[in-house]
Antibody
Framework: EVQLLESGGGLVQPGGSLRLSCAASGYTLSAYGVSWVRQAPGKGLEWVSGISGSGSNTYYADSVRGRFTISRDNYKNTLWLQMHSLSAEDTAVYYC???????????????WGQGTLVTVSS | DIQLTQSPSTLSASVGDRVTITCRASQSVNTWLAWYQQKPGKAPKLLIYKASTLEGGVPSRFSGSGSGTEFSLTISSLQPDDFATYYCQQYNSYWTFGQGTKVEIK
């Protein structure tokens, strides 16, 4: 059974940093890309960042490029999203989501984690 | 960047109704479009990918159609479990989501 479990969310001050983790299991991690998608309170879904199965290709939304870094370690079955220079606009539930097909992204997302809440506030 | 516009933003319907949600892309995405259902406090759930392919385990009352810039999601007979928010997503060029359509009880 495919499982994605996010962690690392919490309260952080404006300008601060946070690292989110996504523990993946139940499938061959190196074969599938994974993305981070966020949802601000009461708002819609926003794609944030993606990484290929091998980790050699990374992708970022304009809103986070230069501030966020996505990475993965397939041996540890874990992906990360390092976030810097956080502002109130980054407050959201952050989901990790697995590509629905193996190969070169982009693909739809067939499995999602339960999400982790990041709150940026003083 | 490719923008997706869903209509309507809110839809009031009754159990048994046939409902259709439209998603319009700012440029062609071929058939690289997916639909998701999200309930409050839960992660989105994949319903349809490649515009019209039903994900395994999704009831057949859900269907998708379209190509290029115009797409639709249809629920043939609305069930109590279907009251939720629905999002389209393009994956032709990176990823973009529509703003969502909330299906509420009439």
């Amino acid at each position: 059974e495919v499982q994605l479990l996010e962690s690392g969310g919490g309260l952080v001050q404006p300008g601060g940093s946070l690292r989110l983790s996504c523990a993946a299991s139940g499938y061959t991690l190196s074969a599938y890309g994974v993305s981070w998608v966020r949802q601000a309170p009461g708002k819609g879904l926003e794609w944030v960042s993606g990484i290929s199965g091998s980790g050699s290709n990374t992708y970022y939304a304009d809103s986070v490029r230069g501030r966020f870094t996505i990475s993965r370690d397939n041996y540890k079955n874990t992906l990360w999203l390092q976030m810097h220079s956080l502002s109130a606009e980054d407050t959201a539930v952050y989901y990790c989501a697995k590509d629905g097909e193996s190969g070169t992204s982009p693909y739809y997302f067939d499995f999602w984690g339960q999400g982790t809440l990041v709150t940026v506030s003083s | 960047d490719i923008q997706l516009t869903q209509s309507p933003s809110t839809l009031s319907a009754s159990v048994g109704d046939r409902v259709t949600i439209t998603c319009r892309a700012s440029q062609s995405v071929n058939t690289w479009l997916a639909w998701y259902q999200q309930k409050p406090g839960k992660a989105p759930k994949l319903l349809i990918y490649k515009a019209s392919t039903l994900e395994g385990g999704v009831p057949s009352r859900f269907s998708g159609s379209g190509s290029g810039t115009e797409f639709s999601l249809t629920i043939s007979s609305l069930q109590p479990d279907d009251f939720a928010t629905y999002y389209c997503q393009q994956y032709n060029s990176y990823w973009t989501f529509g703003q969502g359509t909330k299906v509420e009880i009439k």
